[in-house]
Each structure stands twice: as C-alpha cells, then as structure tokens.
C-alpha cells in the first residue's frame, strides 16, 4: 500500500507515515512510485501490536522479501498453543514483542 492508504488505515496525517519510516517503526519500500508499505506489518485496525518495538532492530540491509517471508513464517522460538507460529500472528495474539525483537536482531547475522 501506498502511505496516503497507510495514513487512512491508520487515520493519521500521510506525514505522520513519514515520521514512523525515518524512525523505522513502519517498514517501507522507496519506489519510483513514492513509498510503498506491505501489509504484513498491519492488522485490520493498524500496525502490528508492539511492531514498533521490532522494526528497529532488524537489518537494515536484509532484503525486503527475506523480510517478509521471516513476518509471515513459523518461527520455532514463537509458539502459539504448542505450535510455532510467525511473528505476526505471535504479535496479533498479543505476544511479548520483545520476544521477536530479539529475533529480529539476529535475523541477517546467520544467526
């Protein structure tokens, strides 16, 4: 989505958008086209519980769809009623944020 959605979505002025990327607390790609924000990082009501506390501890080199693929794959260290879970479902059920912003910081470390 492009930010003037991502601002709509999260009811917030699109420079609001702008402020949150700089600060890595919504992760955003930079395109010809303006700032493109995937969706994975929201939920039907906004971001990610607690994503702000993740964003900024992950790589800033790691490629966006290594990115996306860790968002959106079961992770064994995350578990959701004994099965592990990704860490956006971790974070939709409410789960530590810390916990996968722990991870997040060793992602692209090969660790």
């Known amino acids: 989505m ?18 949150r990327l700089a600060a890595h607390t919504l992760y955003g790609l930079k395109t010809a086209d303006g700032w493109r924000l995937p969706r994975f990082q ?10 702000e506390r ?19 794959s079961p992770e064994p260290d995350l578990e959701i009623d004994g099965q592990p879970s ?4 971790w974070l939709l059920s409410g ?8 991870i997040a910081s060793i992602l692209g470390q090969g660790g």
């Open 54 to 72: 993740v964003l900024p501890r992950l790589d800033k080199e790691l490629h966006p769809l290594s990115v996306m693929r860790w968002m959106l």
């Open 86 to 89: 990704s860490p956006r479902d």
């Open 42 to 51: 929201f939920g039907a009501n906004g971001p990610l519980p607690g994503l």
């Open 95 to 102: 789960g530590d944020p810390a916990v996968v912003a722990e």
């Open 2 to 19: 492009g930010r003037a959605a991502a601002a709509e979505l999260l009811r917030v002025d699109p420079s609001r958008i702008r402020h």
